[in-house]
């Protein structure tokens, strides 16, 4: 079956430092791929996807490459700010019969100290 | 256009008593799903629902839990005779057409607290 695993958290860093997120994922054909963000008592917020082999998705600092190789979406930004400090969830979207539907990974806590 | 409106934010309910959790979909949006959050653990797929038709339920219980979606008004996860493990922040998403392609946008979730 479908199933994605992230590196457990919680990872704290300093204001500015470099973040990676590993995430790797086992699934049937050709998933779609996605990083969600969740804040503080707010729900999932889509941060970035890839549909695509070699893609690269993209926002608001953060990157991640499709690497259908070695079946990975790791996130990565460059500098963290003290406001990305959230929970990230790595996703799969599972094609079945016309419609989709997301898997998820357990999350990555993220702590961000200025 | 406001956003997936999820209420009440906030449930207690004592062990045996009903659960009635409501999702609002962003307007045009006619695809509704849920997700349960269990501690520490991320989002597990229930149910998908389009408008009054249940397309895909095999994430959900077989036993006390629910799920609606009328022609008119909000979707409906309803758990009767509720248990200590049905304690979870329970989201719902929604999108347009065919989710084949599209993106599933989150509400802030209901968080359901069994006593």
């Known amino acids: 079956g479908n199933s994605v695993t992230q590196m457990e958290g919680p990872v704290t860093l300093s204001e500015e430092a470099f973040l990676t997120i590993n995430c790797t994922y086992t699934?049937?054909?050709?998933?779609?791929l996605f990083w969600y963000v969740q804040y503080p008592g707010e729900g999932l917020q889509l941060l970035l996807k890839?549909?695509?082999?070699?893609d690269k998705g993209s926002n608001k600092g953060f990157e991640a490459t499709y690497r259908k190789e070695t079946t990975s979406f790791h996130l990565e930004k460059g500098s963290v700010q003290v406001s990305d400090s959230a929970v990230y969830f790595c996703a799969l979207r599972r094609l079945a019969e016309g419609y989709s539907t997301l898997t998820f990974g357990k999350g990555t806590m993220l702590l961000v100290s200025p | 256009n406001a956003g997936v409106m999820q209420n009440p934010r906030h449930l207690v309910r004592r062990r045996g008593q009903e659960a009635r959790l409501r999702c609002s979909p962003m307007k045009g949006h006619s695809h509704v799903y849920w997700y349960r959050q269990l501690p520490e653990e991320g989002l597990k797929f229930m149910v998908y629902l389009q408008k009054e038709n249940i397309i895909d339920e095999s994430g959900m219980p077989k036993e006390r839990f629910s799920a609606e979606f009328p022609k008119e008004g909000p979707s409906i996860l309803r758990i009767q005779q509720v248990v200590r493990g049905d304690s979870a922040a329970y989201f719902c998403a929604s999108s347009p057409r065919d989710s084949s392609t599209d993106t599933q946008y989150f509400g802030p979730g209901t968080r359901l607290t069994v006593l």
């Open positions: 699934a049937t054909g050709y998933p779609s």
């Open positions: 890839a549909t695509k082999a070699d």
